[in-house]
């Protein structure tokens, strides 16, 4: 289900989602108000993207939102003024929430902005990552959270991890070539692109009328 | 998706929800027998709300119930008889989950009755509450996990703790005047009833017939 | 809603989820691919069983899968080759994920093959089963996480435990006497076949032309 969102005093503007047309949303997932979705994208059922409060949310080509993941990010305005400090910048743009390239979001995983995920990123199945920033080619395993840290790219983080404090981060593993699950996530998106792909043709290309 | 429950030998009565007519329940949102909804409720994507076991399940006015959100009861009756271990009195009434006023219930939350959580309180995303009563203004951030303790006023519960025992619960820290989320939760509530009324006027008022 | 998969290198084949007639799969739940659901199975809301990459998916008789309950699976084959390290074999036959029989899958659990859960067993809310087997009547307290382990039969985890050797799993404590949690199984699956009788009867038997 594909909706825009509406106008109250922390968003002045109502926005329609831009899906590319080679990505698939599935009928019970739901994208709302200014989200940016590329190409290749698999957003599977009970996904919420949901872009009425900070905004945009962005995904990159060829990532992946599976089944129950939430994406929402806290407000980016108020009474039409910029809340900075909930934004991040990307290649000179400002985003709530921005998810790079081939970057795998597992099942019911929650991404709450301000957040970036950099390129070749794996999010482990029901990790949380809120106010922080992931950097590229990292494997957050299952059942995370990070708040408010800068992770910086190759790194590894064990299941169950609570990463709260920047010196923590600091001190996680790189990915070595012995790490089991160094590869993984190559194969997590080629199985993801080939979905959408699949489920796209299965149901004729998405109506103009879907999108309300 | 707003239905009645169904007769069993732990339910002798079919109900329809009660909700207010200003509050907003998605439609891919589902709200199941004996419930209560009162005023100015975002209920988002994704959220069960499902009285057919534990009844009633009740949330109070200002309140919000976010993306993905499931809230549901151990059985309050067996052939008839009041299953009474699994009910909280709150003002003179019983519930199985009660939610007081102004509380926000962040994205992926669990509520397992029987709970109760008092007014203004803040759920963190991710954190299950069970068979436990939360104070009055406290704050529960992320992924928490609370059974069987009860919570006095304006505590807050650091990410990813597990309160199991009553001598925890008596332990966890007040909120004082440098804690960063203190006020957190004033702003969510406005967020989340702004947007509720936003979608109710943007979707025209719920039509009775959507209540099935 | 209950769907077919779609081809891809790592699924030759295109099926459609065989249902018993006496399983009810609630309309805002997604049943996708090769899925095998046994009898008097409720499926609630915002439950996502999706058979498109590890198959098949097989749940037994009188099973439940709880709102926002995830199952799905790693590729099961390549190319039309099987890859047997994701696969488990139960009576003879190959199954990613195999869930037995009166075995509760609590809300917003997660079960990712390849996966055993053997009869009886409760799986508490917000856990997740990743690569593992687990016995027979085991209890798995809420909010755990289980990776590449087998866990012998009538053991119990403590909430919020992660077990990720085998070492840590063989140590688990066994089910005693005097285990508060050691009879709620049974209690839990009554409700549940008993809520998917009552809801197939009040919404008359699921039509045919349900399974697209």
Known sequence: M??????TDFSSSISQPEIDPSTYVHPLASVIGRVILGKNILVSPMA???GDEGQPLFIGDDSNVQDGVVIHALETE???KSVEKNLYTVNEEKY???VGKRVSLAHQVQIHGPVVVHDDTFVGMKSLVFKSLV???CVIEPGCILMGVTIPDRRTIPAGSIVKTQEDADNLPEITEDYPMKDMNRGVVHVNTSL???YLEAT????ASEHL
Chains 1, 2, 3 share one sequence.
């Open 96 to 98: 709530a929430v921005y």
């Open 78 to 80: 108020v009474n039409g």
């Open 196 to 198: 959408a792909k699949g």
């Open 135 to 137: 950097g590229n080619g």
């Open 204 to 207: 004729g290309a998405r109506p």
């Open 48 to 50: 919420s993207i949901r």
């Open 2 to 7: 594909i909706e825009k969102n509406v106008l």
